[in-house]
């Protein structure tokens, strides 16, 4: 039977599928966060007497298993129903949709699913226009604010370039930045800071969350600023090439945060030992990407079902196979 990934490659046309897939400069950020778990090996306890329980619970609420919906941009691109289709699977598995600032359907349609939402954030250097968006989230329900910190320019990811791919074909649109009419452009800017992440602590009473982290300091850094939770990612090695691995950052970034806030990772995360190595690594969850649109791509809401049940039902044998306790002991570099 092929993957999902290979009937979205047969399906979607090619700058779409790139789009998805891809990465900056020569993708080996995005290869390395899958190599990094595979360099990893797993030494077993044995008679722990102890049930895997899958469920977390976290500043935005509580999931039924430690995996959760990565923001990705553009859902209708994989498919026609779009972000309504990931959040009905999200709803139905019991676990966290987190909503992409970039999503082409509006965040208030996508709360009527009912699904457990959180929402993604690019600050704008308008932070009057940041604070509307903002204002409509939580109004919306969502339970907790992502903000993306990794992205002060936009990467440089060739087979976009190769292919022209620039921005949504016609009749899509970013649709939590239009305004009646106009839908204006998602920018990206350098000059984001800690102050802006104080100033959304003033606006929104919802957890605020920084995403993109790859270093101890700024671990703490948002710690300090008031984060409740931090996200270890490379965003796929979308971003920057030659990161770091984000399963390789982890265990540092885990240290750094102590037991202050809860700790989750992502990119390259496929199976369900993937998902049970980053909780013993010390994360509390973790973000799927490009697993969910390729099961998007390829059956709708029914793909994205069939992608979160695969991963529930690894991370439950894995977490049973490992035992307990699942700490850093039991994993190994080859
Ligand atoms: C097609 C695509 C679009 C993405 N869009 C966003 C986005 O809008 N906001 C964001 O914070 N991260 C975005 N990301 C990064 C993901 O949230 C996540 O960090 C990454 O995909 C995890 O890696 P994985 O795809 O290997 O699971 C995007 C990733 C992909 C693949
Ligand atoms: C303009 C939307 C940005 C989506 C994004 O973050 C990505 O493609 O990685």
């Known amino acids: 039977m092929p993957s999902y990934e290979a009937i979205a490659r047969q399906r979607l046309p090619k700058a779409h599928y790139d789009y998805f897939a891809g990465g900056a400069g020569d ?14 090996r797993l030494a077993p306890r044995v008679l722990g007497g102890v049930a895997p329980d899958l469920a977390v619970t976290l500043p935005g609420g509580r999931a039924s298993l430690p995996v959760l919906v990565a923001p990705t941009a ?5 498919h026609p129903d779009g972000e309504l ?3 009905r699977a999200a709803a139905a598995e019991d676990t966290v949709m987190i909503v992409s600032m970039a999503s082409t359907i509006p965040i208030e349609a996508i709360a009527e699913t009912g699904a457990t939402l959180w929402f993604q954030l690019y600050v704008q250097p308008d932070m009057a226009f940041t604070e509307r968006v903002v204002g409509r989230a939580e109004k919306a329900g969502c339970r907790a604010l992502v903000v993306t910190a990794d992205s002060p320019v936009f ?3 060739p087979r976009d370039l190769h292919n022209g791919f620039r921005d949504l ?9 239009r305004e009646g009419d106009v839908v204006r452009p998602i920018e990206f800017s350098p000059e984001i800071s800690w102050a802006h992440l104080d100033r959304l602590r003033e606006v929104t009473d919802m957890p605020l969350v920084v995403k993109g982290v790859t270093h101890p300091d700024d671990a703490r850094t ?8 931090v996200m270890v990612s490379n965003h796929g090695g979308r971003q920057l090439d030659r990161v770091a691995a984000a399963i390789d950052l982890l265990p540092e970034i885990a240290d750094a945060v102590g037991a202050a806030v809860p700790v989750t990772v992502d990119g390259g995360v496929r ?3 993937d998902v049970v190595t980053a909780l013993a690594l010390g994360a509390r969850a973790v973000l799927v990407g490009r697993p969910i649109i390729w099961g998007l791509a390829a059956e709708g809401e029914r793909g994205v079902r069939e992608v979160l049940r695969r991963f529930r039902a690894e991370t439950e044998v894995a977490m049973a196979l490992v035992g307990a306790p699942l700490d850093r002991s039991v994993v190994r570099r080859c």
């Not at 074909?169 to 930045?177: D, S, V």
């Not at 948002?222 to 939770?229: D, I, P, Q």
């Open 85 to 87: 289709a990931t959040a």
């Open 155 to 157: 990467g440089i990811r």
């Open 271 to 273: 199976r369900g030992t």
């Open 27 to 40: 993708e080996s950020a995005v290869h390395e966060n899958e190599a990094a778990f595979a360099r990893l």
């Open 222 to 229: 948002a710690v300090g600023h008031g984060a409740a939770m």
């Open 169 to 177: 074909p016609e009749g899509l649109a970013c649709e939590n930045l």
């Open 74 to 78: 553009f859902h209708r691109l994989a």
